[in-house]
């Protein structure tokens, strides 16, 4: 019952932000899935980035993931937010868990980038209401994975 509430305030949240009824269902299916896995998730007007962050019981081992995802784009589409949700979802999912001596390693954080985006990619294609938005889903993704790729160039560049 719980789980039923925080889904609707959910999609009100998300629909609010997108100022259209049009993509409820896939709010809903998003959610559901967020919370279907062990994942929470909160929408935030003051974020710069929406982040999934894990922590582990120290009793049982269990992972828990909190989506934090931001209500303001940062390229000016407000369907980032839809965007968002599935590419931090994807971090939820990803097996491969970011270690703590990892964090400031740039190809394994890159590489962390790539997988949580392609279980986006499969998240995506699942919902038909959003095939117009390919383009601009691809276009938001380049943009999110375009620091990591001139980081690592300029690393690579024997010019630096």
């Known amino acids: 019952m719980e789980t039923e509430r925080k889904i609707k305030m959910g999609i009100r949240e998300v629909r609010d932000t997108l100022e259209t009824?049009?993509?409820?269902?896939?709010?809903?299916?998003?959610?559901?899935?967020v919370y279907s896995r062990n994942m929470t998730i909160s929408f935030y007007e003051n974020r710069k980035d929406s982040v999934c962050e894990t922590s582990t019981?120290?009793?049982?081992?269990?992972?828990?993931?909190?989506l934090r995802i931001k209500k303001k784009p940062a390229f000016g589409n407000v369907k980032e937010i839809l965007f968002d949700i599935m590419h931090?979802?994807?971090?939820?999912?990803?097996?491969?868990?970011l270690e703590l001596?990892?964090?400031c390693n740039l190809e394994v954080r890159y590489a962390r980038?790539?997988?949580?985006?392609?279980?986006?990619?499969?998240?995506?294609?699942?919902?038909?209401?959003l095939k117009a938005d390919k383009l601009e889903y691809n276009r938001y993704k380049h943009e999110c994975l375009k620091d990591y790729e001139q980081l690592l160039l300029k690393r690579k560049s024997p010019n630096t």
């Not at 019981?57 to 909190?66: K, L, N, Q, R, Y």
């Not at 980038?113 to 209401?129: N, V």
């Open 21 to 33: 009824a049009e993509y409820d269902s896939v709010i809903e299916s998003l959610l559901r899935k």
């Open 88 to 97: 931090e979802m994807g971090h939820g999912l990803d097996e491969n868990r």
């Open 57 to 66: 019981d120290e009793i049982d081992g269990s992972i828990t993931c909190v």
């Open 113 to 129: 980038e790539l997988r949580a985006w392609k279980i986006a990619d499969k998240e995506f294609a699942t919902h038909p209401e």
């Open 101 to 103: 001596k990892d964090k």
